[in-house]
């Protein structure tokens, strides 16, 4: 019975101290500008259709896919990437503070998608990550610390 109410308590002043972290926690607004990200999402049909160039040119046509196929890896890994981190970051940047605190994690749901498109490998893993975060981890009312990790759980793996 004492250890229940210990285990309670330790609980208890653990899920305070991560509230007042939370909402005590200095949310970061970057510098981002409307038309920079409009450019980058216009640019993206312009690279992809870069990648079928090398149909015209003399190469066989197996080589001629695994080169497109390649660029089009290249530009999607890279350039749409880069496009998610600037719309995660133009959402900081206008988005109420309200809205922005709402957030229950450890670092917010935005710095975890910002920091899982910048270490995660592939794109894909990366999104669905986010997704687990932002469906599943956070709701609730419970203080959580979460940072991304390369490698998924098993548990989650194995519910894929």
Sequence with gaps: MDKDIEFFRREYR?????????NNRILERPKTKKWHLTAMYIILPFLMSVCILPYLT?????????????????????????????????YQHYTDEKIRRRCKCIPSCSQYAIMSLKMIFPLIVAIIKIRKRLYQTCNGEEYKIDFPRKKMNKEYESSL
């Design 14 to 22: 653990i899920q305070k101290k991560l509230e007042n972290i939370v």
């Design 58 to 90: 003399e190469f066989t046509l197996l080589i001629k896919m695994l080169i497109s196929v390649f660029l089009l890896i290249l530009v999607i890994e890279t350039h749409l990437r880069y496009c998610f981190i600037l719309s995660i970051k133009y």
